[in-house]
């Protein structure tokens, strides 16, 4: 079982940065690969970037690419989302997933994911 811990959201003005963190419990982190998703009021969850195993490889929504960056420390067993030009559409619950996996692909489907963290908010406001 892994535990994933979100933080790091909060209410910033367009155009501003927020870096979200995610803490994971898991004792062989290197063997998972992680997920960054997103759900705001009346919409289903959306994929927002994720990144492989070892954080050799990321992809990323068309919607955040080019302004969002995630990363992972291996060490620290966290894996981060960069927001940088944040715009009012950004404004979601975004959430933290796990995978555990051999390959070194990433993954855009939720159900590819086992574990989810309880999901923080990010409001982008004037």
């Known amino acids: 079982q892994v535990q994933l811990v979100e933080s790091g959201g909060g209410l910033v003005q367009p155009g501003g940065s927020l870096r979200l963190s995610c803490a994971a419990s898991?004792?062989?982190?290197?063997?998972?690969?992680m997920g960054w998703f997103r759900q705001a009021p009346g919409k289903e969850r959306e994929f927002v970037a994720a990144v492989s195993r070892g954080g050799v490889t990321t992809s990323y929504a068309d919607s955040v690419k080019g302004r969002f960056t995630i990363s992972m420390n291996n060490a620290k067993n966290t894996v981060y989302l960069q927001m940088d030009s944040l715009k009012p559409e950004d404004t979601a619950v975004y959430y933290c997933?796990?995978?555990?996996?051999?390959?070194?692909?990433?993954?855009?489907?939720?159900?590819?994911?086992?574990?989810w963290g309880q999901g923080t908010q990010v409001t982008v406001s004037s």
């Open positions: 997933a796990a995978r555990r996996t051999a390959g070194g692909s990433t993954a855009s489907r939720a159900y590819d994911y086992n574990y």
């Open positions: 898991a004792r062989t982190f290197s063997t998972y690969a």
